[in-house]
């Protein structure tokens, strides 16, 4: 299998935002999130926390986990969106959906 990187452009964000830890308290660097798989056909419930610098940062790191299973990504215990990552042939490419879409 052969690794491949991609530049995922940097979100604009509202004048307001600021990172947050997992307590949702803003901090200076690195937000934490976390992607929550739930229970189905495909695997076990799992979460994933790790820190990142931005939503599109989160979306890379996110990248080496479970394809083609929906996934919540929170910040700081708010929901941002669900996504699944989808592979068609050799191209990669992120399903984002808001986050009471139903799987």
């Known amino acids: 299998m052969t690794s491949r990187s991609i ?8 004048a307001n935002f600021a990172p947050c ?6 901090t200076s660097g690195l937000a934490t999130y976390t992607l929550c798989y739930e229970d189905d ?7 994933v926390r790790f820190e990142a610098a931005s ?3 989160a ?3 996110a ?4 394809g083609g299973r929906w996934a919540l990504l929170m910040c700081g215990g708010e929901i941002l969106c669900r996504l699944e990552r ?9 399903v984002v959906a808001p986050p009471q879409m139903a799987n």
Do not use: M
Not at 7 to 14: A, I
């Open 41 to 47: 056909c495909r695997g076990l419930e799992k979460r």
């Open 63 to 66: 990248r080496g986990e479970a």
């Open 7 to 14: 530049t995922l452009p940097t979100p604009t964000l509202p």
């Open 21 to 26: 830890n997992a307590t949702g308290t803003p």
């Open 59 to 61: 979306l890379e790191i």
């Open 86 to 94: 989808e592979a068609v042939g050799s191209s990669e490419y992120w």
């Open 55 to 57: 939503a599109a940062t």
